[in-house]
């Protein structure tokens, strides 16, 4: 089979051997390519969830921004709120490339259907919060990111790359909110130590289940979604906040963390899978407040829609005329 021959005129056997070439070499699937369908499903489910997730990690840190403590605070988490709806919608338009409309998604979110990450169904009563939030979330976020930029699939690999880049600022913003508290009064040390006591664990969740309990992985790292296992890159991330937290003055809660010479990594603790079960189904500190408010939020953004509808009807009718 000629390498260029459209996707259309082969037969499903030979799209298939290509399907299995381009990912053997690599390379990158794109939207015109002929893909098998459980692929196409995988990637609407992880790049919709993922894009979800990104929207509704807006509602924690935007929680603060009225209660900034200073202007600068305030300018800079603006900023961090506005990046996350922008990868919300780099990631709806990677996820409709596939054949599914956003209306559909977003109906899928608010209706409860749709997962997104248990990390965004934790309050954020402290301002130290949105320190913890950008150290340990948006740094697991980077650790389960970056190896997405090299997904298999190419609007989802390309959407990656901007993402992790302002992922990175976010995650420095956060360690540096900590690092000020830290070596701040007592009263604010007290602040950073509480907040990151109350979201190691739920960061470290939130790379999914343990490998033996992680259902889609090993089909995800064959297709080259994936590049590595939930615990491989759970165990990165603790290897990478361990001196961290040391240079940041502050605890990890975990009596089991030290280094382990053999396996030159760090051991950590057992965590709490039934509390992680819990929020997945629907049960977790805020998940039903997050969902109300997305709601809310598409309610009143009823306007704005019929709005552009109308505005898109009107061009289009003179194009049409002219
Ligand atoms: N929260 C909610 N659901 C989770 C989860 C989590 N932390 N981890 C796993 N799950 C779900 C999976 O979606 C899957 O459910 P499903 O089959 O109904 O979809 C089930 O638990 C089993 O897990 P698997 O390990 O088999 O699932 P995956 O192979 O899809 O791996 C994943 C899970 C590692 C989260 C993977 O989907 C992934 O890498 N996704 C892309 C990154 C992402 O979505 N990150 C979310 C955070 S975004 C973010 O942090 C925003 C930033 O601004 C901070």
């Not at 807006?58 to 305030?74: D, H, V, Y």
């Amino acid at each position: 089979m000629a390498k260029n021959t459209p996707s259309f005129a082969l037969s499903e056997q030979e799209a298939l051997a290509r399907f299995d070439e381009i990912i053997a070499a690599d390379e990158r699937i794109e939207p015109s390519d002929w893909m098998p369908d459980a692929y196409r499903k995988t990637l609407i489910r992880q790049i919709s969830q993922h894009a979800h997730s990104e929207i509704i990690g807006m509602q924690p840190e935007g929680n603060w921004i009225t209660r900034a403590p200073s202007l600068k605070r305030k300018a800079i988490l603006m900023a961090k709120v506005q990046d996350e709806a922008g990868h919300g919608l780099y990631l709806y338009s990677a996820a409709q490339t596939l054949g599914i409309g956003r209306d559909q998604m977003t109906e899928d979110l608010i209706s409860g259907k749709a997962k997104y990450s248990s990390i965004f169904n934790y309050h954020t009563p402290t301002w130290a919060d949105i320190g913890s939030i950008g150290w340990l979330v948006d740094g697991a976020a980077i650790c389960n990111q970056v190896p997405l930029c090299r997904a298999s699939y190419g609007p989802y690999g390309r959407a990656m790359v901007r993402i992790c880049k302002e992922e990175s600022f976010h995650q420095r913003q956060g360690f540096e909110i900590l690092l000020h508290l830290s070596r701040g009064s007592k009263a604010q040390h007290d602040m950073a130590q509480e907040s990151v006591n109350r979201w190691y664990a739920p960061a470290l969740m939130m790379f999914g289940p343990p490998d033996a309990q992680s259902p889609n992985s090993a089909q995800s790292m064959a297709w080259k979604i994936k590049r590595f296992s939930n615990d491989d890159l759970r165990q990165r991330f603790v290897d990478m906040i361990v001196p961290q937290s040391e240079v940041l003055g502050l605890t990890l809660p975990d009596r089991a963390i030290r280094w382990n010479e053999k396996r030159g990594h760090f051991d950590y603790g057992d965590l709490d899978w039934d509390e992680f079960n819990e929020v997945l189904k629907g049960r977790g500190p805020a998940n039903s407040i997050r969902l109300e408010r997305r709601k809310q939020a598409h309610d009143d953004g009823a306007w704005v829609r019929e709005a552009a509808a109308a505005y898109a009807a009107r061009e289009n009718k003179e194009a049409m005329a002219s």
